[in-house]
């Protein structure tokens, strides 16, 4: 069965990155899109943009560009999001989900909730 | 980017009662292909968001027949029949039509 296996919660500091991990098992990894989505604390949902692991090419939400670098290692099936200059805004729940065939997340990762705190 | 108003905020029921949330887009959302990529999600308190109706009226697999979307263009209803508890939580619709893909703030589904 399909799973998305998110790496652990993460207490960085300011003005650092921060790099979380999405492991897929289940399927194909690399003929399938992954998508990243952020939830704020007590806010809705975000989405980030998606990567193609077959290939690397990815789309951007254009207000997370400079901020999201997704990235895919086929090796591992282990999809990757690194956040730069953090600051507590970026302060939230961060999902790696994938399409199904149905809608574009059909199925998703835990969540990892990044904290950014001095 | 596609604004998604979502309504009500909160929404108390009771159990074995109905619900009724709206979401409303700021452009249509039928895609050039004639597919409409409107979808639901719940989220249940400290979980992942799972998804329920896809491409406006379609129930995903195990979704029960309590749950039912409609609508076209920019206004779109997901309704649930016959409330039971594992359907409180928040609920989300999402638009796939156009780039970035946009989200409704939420609907949170609660007793009365």
């Known amino acids: 069965q399909v799973q998305l296996q998110q790496s652990g919660t993460e207490l960085v500091k300011p003005a650092s990155s921060v790099k979380i991990s999405c492991k897929a098992s289940?399927?194909?990894?690399?003929?399938?899109?992954m998508h990243w989505i952020r939830q704020q604390p007590g806010n809705g949902l975000e989405w980030i943009g998606w990567?193609?692991?077959?290939?690397?090419?990815?789309k951007y939400n254009q207000k997370f560009d400079g901020k999201a670098t997704l990235t895919a290692d086929k090796s591992s099936s282990t999809a990757y999001m690194q956040l730069s200059s953090l600051t507590s805004e970026d302060s939230a729940v961060y999902f790696c989900?994938?399409?199904?065939?149905?809608?574009?997340?059909?199925?998703w990762g835990q969540g990892v909730m990044v904290t950014v705190s001095s | 980017d596609v604004v998604m108003t979502q309504t009500p905020v909160s929404l108390p029921v009771s159990l074995g009662g109905q619900a009724s949330i709206s979401c409303r887009s700021s452009?249509?959302?039928?895609?050039?292909?004639?597919?409409?990529?409107l979808h639901w999600y719940l989220q249940k308190p400290g979980q992942s968001p799972q998804l329920l109706i896809y491409r406006v009226s379609n129930r995903f697999s195990g979704v029960p027949d309590r749950f039912s979307g409609s609508g076209s263009g920019t206004d779109f209803t997901l309704k649930i029949s016959r409330v039971e508890p594992e359907d409180l939580g928040d609920y989300y619709c999402?638009?796939?039509?156009?780039?970035?893909?946009?989200f409704g703030a939420g609907t949170k589904l609660e007793l009365k």
């Open positions: 452009q249509s959302l039928v895609h050039s292909n004639g597919n409409t990529y």
């Open positions: 999402l638009q796939s039509t156009h780039f970035p893909y946009t």
């Open positions: 989900a994938r399409p199904g065939g149905y809608s574009p997340f059909d199925y």
């Open positions: 289940g399927y194909t990894f690399t003929s399938n899109y």
């Open positions: 990567i193609y692991p077959g290939n690397g090419n990815t």
